[in-house]
C-alpha cells in the first residue's frame, strides 16, 4: 500500500529565507507527483507536477525535484514572502491512477 | 465559472439524514476522485471513478456510496449521516493518462 509522508509537519521561518519541503513515499511505481498549496478551509492549487521520468520542474521561486528510485520529492521555495504561508500538500499518482496524498507541512512565513 | 464545481458548499445535517453532495466539470476529464479532509489527516480517498461504469472503492469508502451520472458528474452520498463524518470533502478531476488534478473549493459538512 502507497504511503506518502510529509516532513515537517510544521515550519516557521523569517521573510526572505529559502526552504526546502519534503515528501517521502513508500512505493517507487508511480506516474508522477504533484504538489498543492491549500489556505485555510479553501480548496488546492496546483503548484507543479512532475512526471516519473522527470527530475524537477520549476515555476517562478517554486522548485520541485523528484527522485523515484529513493522515493522522494522536495519543494524549494526561494526568498520565502508572508504570502506563501500557506498548507502544501504532495500527492503521488500511483499505478492504479489513485492520486494519494500526504498529511501536509503548515507553513508560516513571519513578516 | 470554476472549472469543478462542488455543491453545496456548506452542510449541516442530523444524524441518520441521506445527504448527497455534488461534483460536476466542464474540463472533459475521465478521472474524478471523492476525498475527506480531516484535520492534520490531509486527504484520504473514498471513491473514484475512470468513466460512468468504472466506479472504484478508495481506502475509506465505508458509509458512503457514489453515482457517475455523466462523464461530467459525480455525486457523493452518505446514507445515514453520522458526526464522524463532519468534515471537508474535495472532488477532483483529471484527465485520462498521467495528467494534473484538479479540485473543486470544497464542502463543508457537519453531522449534528
Known amino acids: 500500500k502507497q504511503e506518502v509522508t510529509q516532513i515537517p509537519a510544521a515550519l516557521s521561518v523569517p521573510e526572505g529565507e529559502n526552504l526546502v519541503l519534503n515528501c517521502s513515499f513508500t512505493d517507487s511505481a508511480i506516474y508522477n507527483l504533484q504538489w498543492f498549496r491549500q489556505d485555510p478551509g479553501k480548496g488546492l492549487t496546483s503548484l507543479l507536477l512532475?512526471?516519473?521520468?522527470?527530475r524537477e520542474q520549476t515555476s517562478g521561486r517554486l522548485n520541485a525535484s523528484l527522485d523515484k528510485s529513493s522515493g522522494r520529492s522536495t519543494l524549494y521555495i526561494a526568498a520565502s514572502q508572508p504570502g506563501d504561508s500557506a498548507t502544501y500538500l504532495c500527492a503521488v499518482l500511483d499505478s492504479s491512477y489513485k492520486l494519494i496524498f500526504g498529511s501536509g507541512t503548515r507553513l508560516l512565513v513571519r513578516p | 465559472d470554476a472549472d469543478v464545481t462542488q455543491t453545496p458548499r456548506n452542510r449541516i445535517t442530523k444524524t441518520g439524514k441521506r445527504i448527497m453532495l455534488e461534483c460536476s466539470q466542464t474540463?472533459?476529464?475521465?478521472?474524478m476522485y471523492w476525498y475527506r479532509q480531516d484535520p492534520g489527516l490531509g486527504l484520504r480517498l473514498i471513491y473514484y471513478s475512470f468513466d460512468v461504469k468504472d466506479i472504484n472503492k478508495g481506502e475509506i469508502s465505508d458509509g458512503y456510496s457514489v453515482s457517475r451520472q455523466a462523464q461530467a458528474k459525480f455525486s457523493l452520498s452518505l446514507e445515514s449521516a453520522i458526526p464522524n463524518q463532519t468534515a471537508l470533502y474535495f472532488c477532483?478531476?483529471?484527465?485520462?493518462?498521467?495528467?494534473?488534478?484538479?479540485f473543486g473549493q470544497g464542502t463543508r459538512l457537519t453531522v449534528v
Open positions: 474540463k472533459g476529464h475521465d478521472r
Open positions: 477532483a478531476t483529471a484527465h485520462r493518462g498521467k495528467t494534473e488534478a484538479f
Open positions: 512532475i512526471q516519473s521520468s522527470q
